[in-house]
């Protein structure tokens, strides 16, 4: 279940995203949408922000010299976008999220193209030294609109039991 409305109140209800330990099924896969259109202006400013000076990600006139013909996306603003897809299904309450692992980037990003999401679960345990959560273990694949993976990554979380998630307890 990705979102449920919990009762608040008389009449009231309160959205609630992402997962439970309880909810993860090692080799089941989540499909992330919605999908997300990378822009112009999203690579540039990330790429200024993130200080990233490879003419690449924002200098035409080099990237048509180049083997791609045109800018590529930078990789860090690709793998932020399909983690962030990612969020709302697999990791909305997670108490820390304790590394990327395999990073793999399988095909050239460019502006105009698509992104779409999806998480596998590939394992789970219970935590030795914390109680009410558990750790997950998933491999999220990034994927353009004409159906190329772009990127492959795993990720491990520290998720808590059902009831025992920050939002669980928060009265505002």
């Not at 919990?6 to 909810?23: A, L, Q």
């Not at 112009?40 to 200098?59: G, S, V």
């Not at 035409?60 to 590529?72: L, N």
Request: with cysteine; aromatic share 10%; net charge negative.
């Amino acid at each position: 279940m990705v979102a449920e409305s919990k009762p608040v109140g008389e009449d009231r209800y309160r959205e609630s995203y992402g997962r439970y330990y309880e909810d993860f099924v090692p080799g089941q896969t989540y499909e992330h949408r919605p999908g997300r259109t990378i822009s112009e202006a999203d690579n540039t400013w990330f790429t200024l922000l993130t200080m990233n000076q490879h003419p690449l990600h924002f200098d035409q006139q080099y990237a048509e010299k180049s083997e791609f013909g045109r800018p590529i996306v930078n990789s860090c603003l690709t793998l932020a976008m399909v983690t962030g897809m990612s969020v709302s299904d697999v990791s909305q309450k997670t108490v820390a999220n304790l590394g990327w692992s395999d990073v793999r980037l399988t095909a050239p990003v460019f502006i105009g193209d698509t992104l779409y999401a999806e998480s596998e679960v590939l394992e789970k345990r219970e935590s030795r030294s914390r109680a009410h959560q558990g750790i997950v273990r998933i491999k999220t694949t990034g994927i353009k609109q004409d159906g190329t993976v772009v990127m492959t990554f795993e990720r491990t979380m520290l998720i808590p039991f059902r009831g025992h998630a920050v939002d669980d307890e928060i009265d505002y």
